[in-house]
């Protein structure tokens, strides 16, 4: 049975994990693929599978781009299958390098189109749609800078701030998260560039490190919680009927986990402490036009604070 106002129409989520995060973990990119109606798969993060030595642990895999190019097969290969049995609506999601290779999918399906990783075949011309493009603290390549990218030349790496760094006009909506309490030089986030066309909303989350905003077990769960019900219920409003309320918190226990949360100091773990002693910390900068996390009307449960 379908729901009120529900498009009668199957579509794609693709959720990309963070690094040395399996397919089968829950994270914040999984749950909200959780809510989505149509069909939804998640892309194991870099360290997990070993589709290549290279991107083992000890060769450096979870810290670097290794591993890239067989993860953005897999996301293709599910996006040729959806195509072919008539799923054209795109949503990707993605933490932390799972972010940084949805935008590098974004950015294929724009200069290249659909293209079979496996024949060669393009399934779709290039100018591919991207219907939400929904990142956790985007963090490319740890302590570098840099990150790879496709433009209408090739493949290039470029530094964060590079225009070619920025989210392709074929993305009609971003809605990007971020880590307020992440110091750490080496987790580094990306500052999210975009054209005109395309629907920006950064939210800072207070107090939170990388692993909270990515939903982490183990981590702060208030700051993974409030992502995840922030973003289902924005995508809700931007796509309705197309995604559930499960993931979204009444208003009255999502303003008392961001109170919670904005009291909290910020806490990495054991080994995250160690990596911002070793490589240095430095307060994030953020654009004007990112929000903190705000407080919903307990008497108006559709509204999201920041958002009107």
């Keep these: 049975m379908s729901l009120p106002n529900q498009v009668i129409r199957r579509e794609l989520h693709i959720a990309a994990q963070g690094s040395g995060r399996p397919a089968d973990q829950t994270s914040s990119v999984t749950r909200v693929g959780d809510d989505y109606h149509g069909d939804t798969v998640t892309i194991a993060g870099p360290g997990k599978g070993h589709h290549d030595w290279r991107e083992w642990p000890a060769f450096g895999g979870v810290q670097t781009e290794r591993g890239q ?5 897999e996301t293709m290969r599910e996006l040729v299958a959806a195509h072919r049995r008539g799923d054209d609506e795109i949503h990707l999601s993605g933490h932390s390098r799972g972010a940084a290779n949805q935008i590098l999918a974004a950015q294929i399906l724009h200069h290249r189109g659909l293209i079979c990783p496996d024949t060669g075949e393009q399934v779709r011309p290039p100018g591919v749609t991207v219907h939400s493009l929904n990142l956790a603290d985007t963090v490319p390549e740890m302590g570098k800078g840099h990150m790879t990218v496709e433009t209408a030349e090739g493949r ?39 054209s005109s ?5 950064t939210h800072i989350v207070p107090n939170a490190v ?5 939903g982490t077990p183990g981590f702060q769960k208030d700051a993974g919680d409030l992502v995840v019900s922030h ?16 993931g979204v918190m009444a208003a009255g226990a999502y303003n008392a986990a961001l109170r919670r949360q904005q009291q909290r100091q910020p806490a990495p773990g054991l080994v ?3 990596i911002g002693l070793v490589t240095g910390t430095q307060q994030r900068q953020f654009p004007l036009t990112a929000q903190p996390l705000g407080f919903r009307d307990e008497d108006e449960e559709s509204v999201v604070s920041g958002e009107h």
């Excluded at 006009?169 to 975009?194: C, K, S, T």
């Excluded at 066309?197 to 909303?201: E, G, I, N, W, Y």
């Excluded at 990388?210 to 990515?214: I, L, N, P, W």
């Design 69 to 73: 190019q067989s993860r953005i097969d």
């Design 156 to 194: 290039r790496n470029v530094p964060y701030e590079h225009k070619d760094a920025a989210i392709p006009p074929n993305v009609l909506r971003v809605n990007n998260y971020v880590a307020g309490g992440e110091e750490r030089l080496r987790f580094r986030d990306l500052p999210i560039q975009a």
């Design 197 to 201: 066309s395309t629907a920006v909303q």
């Design 210 to 214: 990388h692993s909270d905003v990515g």
């Design 231 to 246: 973003a289902v219920q924005s995508l809700g409003q931007q796509y309705p009927g197309q995604f559930g309320t499960g």
């Design 272 to 274: 995250e402490q160690g």
